[in-house]
């Protein structure tokens, strides 16, 4: 840190991984997980779509997160039903920049990146 120092740099890592799931006669094939897409538009200027599907009925908590990891926004939260969801955020009069979207399920979290840019 140099003395005078204004800006602040980030850094930020995508990982991503594959994991093989082996599948016994007579199964389907289909396995069902938790799972997030892209919000999308991604940047966002107005509002976002943001596809979620949980395996199991239960409780979920879909949250926007900032860079330092403050809480900004629950989208949801509660008891929710197995299968295929969309919350739409609208981040209004947040700052520009990079934000993250958790999802956190009793059988795992997930998390995305987003930017909001006006």
């Not at 908590?61 to 926004?73: K, N």
């Not at 509660?78 to 969309?86: F, I, L, Q, Y």
Request: charged content about 15%.
């Amino acid at each position: 840190i140099h003395a005078g120092a204004t800006k602040h740099n980030y850094r930020y890592d995508t990982l991503m991984w594959t994991v093989g799931v082996g599948v016994g006669e007579g199964e389907s094939g289909a396995v069902p997980r938790l799972a997030m897409g892209i919000p999308s538009p991604n940047p966002v200027t107005v509002s976002a779509s943001i596809e979620y599907s949980t395996p199991a009925s239960g409780m979920l908590e879909l949250g926007i997160y900032d860079i330092t990891g403050r809480l900004v926004e629950i989208l949801a939260s509660g008891e929710a039903p197995a299968g295929s969801h969309t919350a739409v955020w609208q981040p209004g009069q947040i700052a520009n920049g990079v934000y993250f979207v958790r999802l956190t399920t009793p059988s795992g979290c997930v998390t995305r990146q987003v930017m909001v840019v006006r």
